[in-house]
Structure formats: structure tokens, C-alpha cells
């Protein structure tokens, strides 16, 4: 079972842009379809967007033109490219490897959008 590691989230201006990153464990990365999710206070866990082995992507409609999902699988790592941040972006956000009913997930890390 692979293991994620989160990392990239920070405190950022409304309009402004961030990187996260999902560093796999193991090279068997590339077989799962990697995810991001996301937590905001007081909300339940929602997806934000999904690559498959092959590379197709899927995104929440909030999130659409403003974010894009990529991975590397050479480099055991994903990535959420979030331009364009707003206030509801606020949230913990988390990456999911899945692979058939095998599941991983990070830590988290802690994105703020605020003035």
C-alpha cells in the first residue's frame, strides 16, 4: 500500500496562487489513480479532482479553469496547481491513491485564503 505525503499548503491572498504536492512511498504510484480532496470547517470531505494512470482528469465544477491536477510518475508525485484562489478555497486538503478497493490517504495540508 503506497503512503502520501502532503505538502504545499500555506496562507495566501485572495487571487493568488499555490502548488501542492503528493509524494508517493512507493513505484507502484503509477498504477493508482491519484485524488484530491478537500475539508473545510465544520464541512464534510469533498473531491476536488482526479488523474488517472493514463493521465485524464477530472475536476469539481467549482474548481474548473482555476485548478489543474498532474502527476509524475517517475518522480512518485502529484500535484493540485490552484491559481486564482478564493476564500472558499479555504480548506485542509488531502490526496487519495486508489487502486481497485485499495485506498491511502495523506495527512493533509492546510490551504488559507484571506486578506
Not at 493514463?54 to 491559481?83: C, H, P
Not at 479555504?90 to 485499495?102: N, P, Q
Amino acid at each position: 500500500q503506497v503512503q502520501l505525503v502532503e505538502s504545499g499548503g500555506d496562507l495566501v491572498q485572495p487571487g493568488g496562487s499555490l502548488r501542492l504536492s503528493c509524494a508517493a512511498s512507493r513505484s507502484s504510484f503509477s498504477f493508482y489513480m491519484i485524488s484530491w480532496y478537500r475539508q473545510a470547517p465544520g464541512k464534510q470531505r469533498e473531491f476536488v479532482a482526479s488523474i488517472t494512470r493514463g493521465g485524464n482528469t477530472n475536476y469539481v465544477e467549482s474548481v474548473k479553469g482555476r485548478f489543474t491536477i498532474s502527476r509524475d510518475n517517475a518522480k512518485l508525485t502529484a500535484w493540485l496547481q490552484m491559481n486564482s484562489l478564493k476564500l472558499e478555497d479555504t480548506a485542509v486538503y488531502y490526496c487519495k491513491a486508489e487502486l481497485g478497493s485499495i485506498e491511502s490517504w495523506g495527512q493533509g495540508t492546510q490551504v488559507t485564503v484571506s486578506s
